[in-house]
Each structure stands twice: as C-alpha cells, then as structure tokens.
C-alpha cells in the first residue's frame, strides 16, 4: 500500500456532515441549494441524443476552452490552448499541484485558513508545504506582505482561495498588486500562483482580485458548480499559460482521459448564454445583506463577509471547535463545520453556511449562541 | 514542472489519429460507432429535473455501488463496501496503481503488448516496472507460466487487461487458475492482480477468466464506456475487497470529490435494466464472425480474436510499425494504430477497430495489404 495514504485522514467536514438527520438544521452544506437551471441540461440532452457521448479531445472540447478562455481573457491565455477542462475544479487543483511541483524539491505556501485539499494533496504528493496563517485581528484578511515574507528559496507556488472558503473574504486589488509586485521583482525561477476562484460568482465587494490579471505566472481554477448549482456534474478547468497546460494536460489525460462530454455541454451552454456563469450570482448578492443582519442580530462575532455563500463565527476563548460542532449536532441539532477543518489557526471559529432558508440560519445562530 | 513529465512522451494514438480526414478509412477508434441507448439518458435526466445534481458520497451513489457489486457478485466483493465509482476506468486505473503501490519499494508487472496508460501511470507514479512480453509464436496469448516466473521479491502487482486491448486475445479460466494458484502458493505478502476487463462485454470465447472469481487480492476496473458506447460519459468503477477500496477512496476523492452524479444517474439505469450492461454484446458478436472472414480474405496474418472490437494484422519482418501507419495514412488515407505504441514487442503489428461498417474493414485491410 502507498505508504503515505494510511497517515492522511479522512474528511473531517464529512465526517459532521455524517451526522445530519432529516430534521437538522444544516449550516454545514457545500454546495448551493439552488436547482440548476434547466435549459443547459436540456441543451447537453439535446446533444448527446444528436451525437452520442464519445469522447473529447483530452484538454476538453476546443470551442468550450475557447469559450472559457475568452469569458475570463486574462492577459496571455484568452485563447483555447490556455484551458483544460477537468473533473471539477478539484481535479484541476490536482493537476495543477501534480504539473507544477517537483516533490524532490519545491515547496508550496498554504495560507490559513485553508480549503482541506490543498494539504492533503500536498501530502498525497509528497510535497513540503509552509503555512501562513492569517491573523484573526485582521478578520483573517489577506496580507500580502506576511506572504511575501513567507517566501523561500524552495517556493515554487503559493495557493490562494478567493473568495476564501472558509473565510469568505476576498483578495483586494491593492493587496493583489503588492504581491505581483514583490514576486516579480525576486527575479530568477518564478513562484507560481494557484488562484481558486470556484466562488468567483459570490463577490459582494467592488475591488476583488483576479491574479491572473496582474501576474503572468498564474494559474486560475474554476468551475460551474457554485456559479451554477452544479456540483454534482464535475466540470471545471484551469487557465495557464499555453506551456503548463501542454504539461497538464498530459497529468489530466492519464488521470481523466478527458472531462464527461455531457458535462462539458453543459457547461458550453452555459458559456453560450449570456451572463450564463452569473446567472445565479444575483441571488446570493440579494441574500448577502438579510444574512450580515441576522448574524449582527446574533451577538456572536463574525467575520465580514466579503464573498462565498459561508458566515464565520467566533467560539469563546479555549473552546475547541471540533467539541463544539460535535456537542452542537448531538444537542441541539445543528451541523456547522468545525474551525479546526481548516488548520490550527481557525479552531475558535465554526464555518456556516447560508444557502439554506434564512429562518434556518436565524435559528442555527440562535442555538450555537445559547451553547457557546 | 514536475520533471517526470517532460519526459513521458505524448500519446501516439492520438498523433496518429489526428491525421484523421472526413474521407479516410479510419480503423484507428478506440470506442464504438453504436448509439448508447436513450433510455437511461433520459432517466439521468428525468431524476436531474427532479433533485437537481448534488455531490455523491465520495465513492459514489450508495445504491449504484451495490447495483454494481451485485452484478459481478465477486466472492468477498459482492457488497457496496467493495465499490468505489470513478471518472472512468482510466480514473479507476489510475487509483488502484496510486493506493496500491510504493513508489520506494514496489514493482509493477506489466504485460505487453501493453495499454499505453499502465507503463505511463508507472512513470508517472515513480513506480518500478517489469514487462513480461507475450510470445508472437504464441499470438500473443496469455501465458501463466511466463507471468509467474517474472514475479521477483519487489512485485506487489500484475496489471491484465483481458479482454486485451490491443491483441483482442481472453485470459482462460486456465491460464487464470495457475496464475491464482502460484500466486497463493508463494506466501508472505501477497501480489495484487490488476484485472481491466473494460472490454468484458465484447468476449467472444466461452472460457474467459474473471480474475476476481479465482483470487482474493484482485482490483477489477470497468465501465460503461465500450459496453454501452458511453466513452465520453466518463463513468467506471474499481472493485476491490473493502479495506482497498476504503483508502483508494481517499486518493478519488483528492482527484475528483465523486464521479458526475448525472453519469451515475445513467450507470443506476443500466444496472436496474436486465442485461443493461450487455445491450450491445449482442451486435459483437454477430460481428466478430463476418470480421473474421474479412481478415482471411485480406491475406494477412491475424491474431484471432476472442474479443474486443480490435483486430491487429502482421506487417512484413523489419517493418517498423509507426512508419507503416505514417504512410498508410498520408498515401493510403487509412487510419490504423501502429504496434509500437503498445509496446516494442508489437512493433510489427497494427491494430484495428472494427467498429464502423464492415465495407470499411474490408476496404482498410485491402489497401493495408496492397502496401505491405
């Protein structure tokens, strides 16, 4: 057995969400409540009824990547060859980790708060990692001098969530150009930036950063299943440089062969109708301020949320979050995700979510008061 | 970058495929020319209206898992705990080598002529590898005595793709139990057999092996790709016994969180269908007696055929197969996969697919024979 597997454990996220029962109330949720809309699943239907469903070229089909290309046209990669469409933006994670690091010799910066996977596949890989946590009297904001000085020798790429999950906080422009600015004045061998934008279509602030946009050596990952409820079809991509995808695409083709072609028609419907990506993005702006205002109703300390469809609340001083989210489901029956998912650093806080009915979370924040 | 990839060459397949015209004679495809049945499309469909498309548990939908076990019923296989749904065979592939092995320690066998992914998944994966190349002499046949004697000290593996693609030739029951039993002779830590049987439905002989029914330590990969001409669905499975596939889920769900909920969606109807799976195995092998006497007419000398939808054909002694292919498809516009490609052992073979009309066939092999 590989060796590394036994030493990496599982999901703690799934594991409280295996507690859920049919009357929970369930602050633990990943994906968006909302239905798909119809007219892209009829569309890839229609299709596959038409053709049949072989396979597409590895990288994906060429008028999706040149779709996906040109929506986000970040200098340098707005045509075909700068996409790969993978199994959701979890597979392009994978990919792009897989492509970029030499396992013998670089290292990757994780900031903490962090997404579970990025760990975990750094481990999988054998890939050293180096942590920087954010800091809770910054509201866990992104500083992009304590990750510049982060960086070593070693470093060969930084992963950055935004709109952070867990945060929900969201990297501004100015701090964005600070650290295009830094790295490209290092010179030498560059650090590669991982930007995950999968909440890309749950922004509330006006001047969210887009990497790619300012920093050639950046790698965008995406996906349809927050923008458009669709987690469950595993379609995702990421946007580089016409090299790295070149290399990428080989990791993707023995892992994948290619993305399922009904996933990818959907996903050129989706790109085909107009603001087809953003189509449900509306909605949660719409949501964002009765959820900031049950929160402040609360009296529990919460983070600003910037971006994502998650809300972030202290525990008090000492409590350990796992204790807390375990009594929480066993006593009062409500799933919320422990802090400590996410890395050492975020063990006082709990991760909720808020696309479920807005009495759910009135209610959810109401009992995680009167226990904390 | 990653330095083992600049160095795993691109797929040759594809290269020679990609010469492809509108007019060509192509015997180059690797997936059927039939229509997958609109039936379970339209259930995926049916149920995606209904419930949306959510994430699956990590190794799939708990229902399809057991559908699955159920059909196969493999001794200690036959419960849903012994399932774990993936993007494909090639997915279900790429995790078995992954959970399996120590790229420190262990040593893959590697039966050739070889599925191009198997060496590449290796390299890859760091992973040592030992070919044992069946004998020409022999057409290529499986051959326990040969396998078994190449089993050395580091070999944790042996990965057997019967029905094989490319040699189209079917481990017997024969052959699978000496293998088995050597194999359980020889104590200590026990060597896994990788069984691919994702040609399973396209077997055209009476005695063909089921590695999994013979032996403990055995991974069995398939899909409905080839079975149900849904190569582009991307949906597949590994079965395994359930303390594997407890940690080979560990490393899909890092790759890909769960396979496409629609394609499961599609897999749940073909399991809940009597012979849903074997829908197509019906038109094989009315087919196979007619390509067979295609081939004889033809003049070449051919592998028989006990299943698959390949026919490979000898070329003259010192032919180099890629030039062969090269040629035939810029002066003959015939599109046929050169023996190289699966390894140097094969290199005065091509392979052919069978799967269009027959005219074709008889056209391809016509002017294959006229340049040889």
């Given at each position: 057995?590989?060796?590394r597997?036994?030493?990496?454990?599982?999901?703690?996220?799934?594991?409280i969400?295996?507690?859920r029962?049919?009357?929970?109330i369930d602050?633990?949720?990943?994906?968006?409540?909302l239905?798909?809309?119809?007219s892209?699943?009829?569309?890839?239907?229609?299709r596959?009824?038409e053709?049949?469903?072989?396979?597409t070229?590895n990288?994906?089909?060429?008028?999706l990547r040149?779709?996906?290309?040109?929506?986000?046209?970040?200098?340098?990669?707005?045509?075909a060859?700068?996409?790969?469409?993978?199994?959701g933006s979890?597979e392009a994670t994978?990919?792009?980790?897989?492509?970029?690091?030499?396992p013998?010799?670089?290292?990757l910066?994780i900031l903490?708060?962090a997404f579970?996977?990025y760990?975990?596949?750094?481990?999988?890989?054998g890939v050293?990692?180096?942590?920087?946590?954010?800091?809770e009297e910054?509201?866990?904001?992104?500083?992009?001098?304590r990750i510049v000085?982060?960086v070593?020798?070693?470093?060969?790429?930084?992963?950055?969530?935004s709109?952070?999950?867990?945060?929900?906080?969201?990297?501004r422009?100015?701090?964005?150009q600070?650290?295009?600015d830094a790295?490209?004045?290092?010179?030498?061998?560059p650090?590669w930036?991982?930007?995950?934008?999968?909440?890309?279509e749950?922004?509330?602030?006006?001047d969210?950063?887009?990497?790619?946009?300012?920093?050639?050596?950046?790698?965008?990952l995406?996906?349809?299943?927050?923008?458009?409820?669709?987690?469950?079809?595993?379609?995702?991509?990421?946007?580089?440089p016409?090299?790295f995808v070149?290399?990428?695409?080989?990791?993707?083709?023995?892992?994948?062969?290619?993305?399922?072609t009904?996933?990818?028609?959907?996903?050129?419907?989706?790109?085909?109708t107009?603001?087809?990506?953003?189509e449900h993005?509306?909605?949660?702006?719409d949501?964002?301020?009765e959820?900031?205002?049950v929160?402040?109703e609360s009296?529990?300390?919460?983070?600003?949320?910037?971006?994502?469809f998650?809300a972030?609340?202290r525990?008090?001083d000492?409590?350990?979050?796992?204790?807390?989210a375990?009594?929480?489901?066993?006593?009062?029956?409500?799933i919320?995700?422990?802090?400590i998912?996410?890395?050492?650093?975020?063990?006082?806080?709990?991760?909720l979510?808020?696309?479920?009915?807005?009495?759910?979370?009135r209610?959810?924040?109401?009992r995680?008061?009167?226990?904390?």
């Amino acid at each position: 057995m590989n060796p590394r597997l036994p030493n990496i454990p599982p999901s703690l996220i799934r594991r409280i969400a295996a507690k859920r029962k049919p009357d929970s109330i369930d602050l633990g949720l990943g994906e968006p409540s909302l239905m798909p809309a119809q007219s892209h699943l009829d569309a890839a239907a229609f299709r596959a009824k038409e053709r049949g469903l072989h396979y597409t070229a590895n990288a994906g089909d060429l008028e999706l990547r040149a779709a996906i290309a040109q929506h986000y046209a970040y200098p340098g990669m707005s045509g075909a060859q700068s996409v790969c469409v993978t199994v959701g933006s979890q597979e392009a994670t994978y990919v792009a980790f897989k492509t970029l690091l030499d396992p013998q010799r670089d290292e990757l910066i994780i900031l903490e708060p962090a997404f579970p996977a990025y760990p975990k596949i750094a481990r999988l890989e054998g890939v050293a990692t180096r942590t920087v946590a954010l800091r809770e009297e910054d509201d866990f904001a992104f500083d992009a001098e304590r990750i510049v000085a982060a960086v070593g020798p070693q470093t060969r790429a930084i992963v950055i969530c935004s709109p952070c999950n867990p945060t929900g906080r969201v990297l501004r422009v100015d701090q964005a150009q600070l650290l295009a600015d830094a790295l490209l004045r290092r010179g030498g061998e560059p650090v590669w930036l991982i930007h995950d934008e999968v909440y890309r279509e749950q922004t509330f602030v006006d001047d969210a950063a887009h990497l790619a946009d300012v920093y050639p050596h950046t790698i965008s990952l995406n996906s349809v299943s927050k923008s458009n409820a669709l987690t469950g079809l595993r379609l995702g991509w990421l946007i580089a440089p016409p090299p790295f995808v070149e290399q990428a695409t080989k990791v993707h083709a023995w892992i994948a062969s290619c993305a399922d072609t009904f996933a990818q028609s959907v996903a050129l419907d989706i790109f085909a109708t107009r603001d087809g990506i953003a189509e449900h993005a509306g909605w949660y702006r719409d949501r964002v301020a009765e959820v900031r205002a049950v929160l402040a109703e609360s009296g529990l300390r919460a983070l600003p949320i910037d971006g994502t469809f998650y809300a972030c609340v202290r525990l008090r001083d000492g409590a350990s979050s796992l204790d807390t989210a375990l009594a929480l489901a066993d006593e009062r029956n409500v799933i919320a995700i422990p802090g400590i998912a996410f890395g050492e650093s975020f063990d006082r806080w709990l991760r909720l979510s808020w696309v479920a009915d807005i009495d759910i979370l009135r209610e959810g924040l109401r009992r995680i008061a009167s226990w904390t």
